[in-house]
């Protein structure tokens, strides 16, 4: 059997941003190509019985104010929230907690891997801006840390 060659700049490209965004799993398609990046690592896995999936109409505006704002965190990817591990288990963390940098904040179901938020800020939670099982945009603000 002949060996394809395989351009491997997707590859590194993908892989570059797995790690950027701190994903588990990354996929791209154009066309007929289609490739999947994924790495090893401690993954949080929710088993929840399906539930109609809230849309929650945010105060856009209070969105808008919070985009450019350095104390927020952002999602780095279009998906589900979760505020905690599993059904009925405390949140990962609440308003007014004391947050370091790396600690899991929430999960971000995409594509049916759940993937770890981890806060890149230290500081105080102020505020929640999402709500459990609310769908998220890329971009979107989730938490104010201060």
């Known amino acids: 059997m002949a060996k394809k060659n395989i351009d491997k700049g997707p590859i590194k490209e993908l892989s570059k941003l797995l790690e950027e965004l ?7 398609r154009d066309g ?5 990046v994924s790495r090893g690592g401690t ?4 088993h929840a019985a399906p539930t109609e999936k809230k849309v929650i109409s945010n105060n856009t505006n209070q969105e808008e104010d919070f985009k450019n704002d350095p104390r927020a965190i952002k999602s780095p990817m279009v998906g589900t929230i979760y505020l905690q591990p599993e ?6 963390v609440n308003e007014g907690d004391a947050i370091k ?5 929430l999960i971000i179901e995409a594509m049916k891997t759940m993937n770890p938020i981890e806060s890149n800020l230290q500081g105080k939670l102020v505020k929640v801006l999402v709500e459990n099982e609310q ?12």
């Open 22 to 28: 701190n994903l588990v799993e990354i996929s791209y």
């Open 32 to 36: 007929d190509f289609a490739i999947s």
């Open 43 to 46: 993954q949080l896995i929710s």
């Open 87 to 92: 059904p009925g288990a405390n949140k990962f």
């Open 101 to 105: 940098s790396g600690q899991t904040l």
């Open 135 to 146: 769908a998220v945009e890329f971009g979107q603000p989730l938490m104010l840390i201060e």
